[in-house]
């Protein structure tokens, strides 16, 4: 999207009277000013439709280029990983960048899989197709509302059948009965994960069975990961139009205040 703004007023009159020199450095400060505030009000109104938004996602809209003298245009776009205003790239490696996830919330449309979902799907623990949710009830879930990283990389690797399926390795058998038992580093007592599903008559998941009292004693579960159909996304985050609302209400204001330093600093 491209957004073009009016020279005008007393003091641009006044530039244009003094030989119209001072005009490009008057522009291409005042671009790069409204060019910030344009990436202020699309951080809060990121924080206004998102609940719990990461600071990579508060983030995630940044000035690309800046303008000169010579090019009197910046641009503003959705952070790829790679500091470009693509869409195509994944990032760097092992993170979704917030261009892939957030393309929907602007355009509508199909959530982007994650990629511990592909990795579950690769290993089928998880049905093609579908979703997973954080479970509330799991008590492992951080101020956004997400599970940690080293959290997922653990499920992923107990579901694990071979070691060539990538994501991470194999957890081996050894390893899950130390695991069961409350015997890891850090285990207040034992866990182990079990599918969800018809079978197992609960909803369809990844869910915990916790040993408090040891494998021979009361278990309770939880849910961790609970599966859904894929869904579609309405526009919620307006990018465009608060872009617009920005440079509107911005554009006049931080001319004229570069238009007079211009002229204040003119040879």
């Not at 994944?90 to 959530?111: C, D, F, N, S």
């Not at 015997?183 to 866990?191: A, C, D, N, S």
């Not at 182990?192 to 021979?216: C, S, T, V």
Request: glycine share 10%; charged share 25%.
């Amino acid at each position: 999207m491209k957004i073009s703004v009016e020279i005008k007023g007393a003091t641009a009159l006044r530039l244009v009277a003094n030989g119209a020199k001072q005009i490009p450095f008057a522009v291409s400060r005042a671009i790069n000013e409204v060019a910030k505030k344009v990436v202020e009000a699309e951080s809060k109104h990121i924080a206004s439709v998102f609940k719990g938004p990461t600071h990579r996602t508060l983030n995630a809209v940044k000035v690309f280029k800046g303008a000169t003298k010579d090019r009197l245009e910046a641009e503003v776009g959705i952070d790829d990983g790679l500091g470009r205003k693509t869409v195509k790239s994944m990032g760097k490696k092992g993170t979704v960048p917030p261009a892939k996830y957030l393309l929907p919330q602007i355009e509508g449309g199909p959530r982007v899989p994650k990629r511990f979902e592909l990795a579950l799907q690769a290993i089928g623990a998880m049905p093609k197709g579908m979703q997973a949710v954080f479970a509330q009830r799991s008590n492992a879930l951080d101020q956004h509302g997400n599970l940690s990283g080293a959290k997922i990389v653990q499920i992923i690797s107990y579901f694990r059948t071979t070691k060539a399926e990538g994501y991470g390795g194999k957890m081996t058998k050894a390893r899950k009965e130390k695991m069961a038992k409350g015997e890891l580093k850090g285990m207040k007592w034992g866990v182990a994960y079990f599918r969800g599903g018809k079978q197992a008559g609960l909803p369809d998941g990844i869910w915990e069975r916790h040993y408090p009292n040891g494998m021979a004693g009361k278990s309770f579960i939880r849910p961790i990961l609970i599966y859904i159909e894929g869904s579609n996304y309405d526009p919620r985050f307006l990018f465009h139009e608060v872009a617009k609302q920005s440079i509107d209400s911005e554009w006049q204001p931080a001319f004229d205040k570069w238009a007079r330093i211009a002229l204040e600093t003119a040879r």
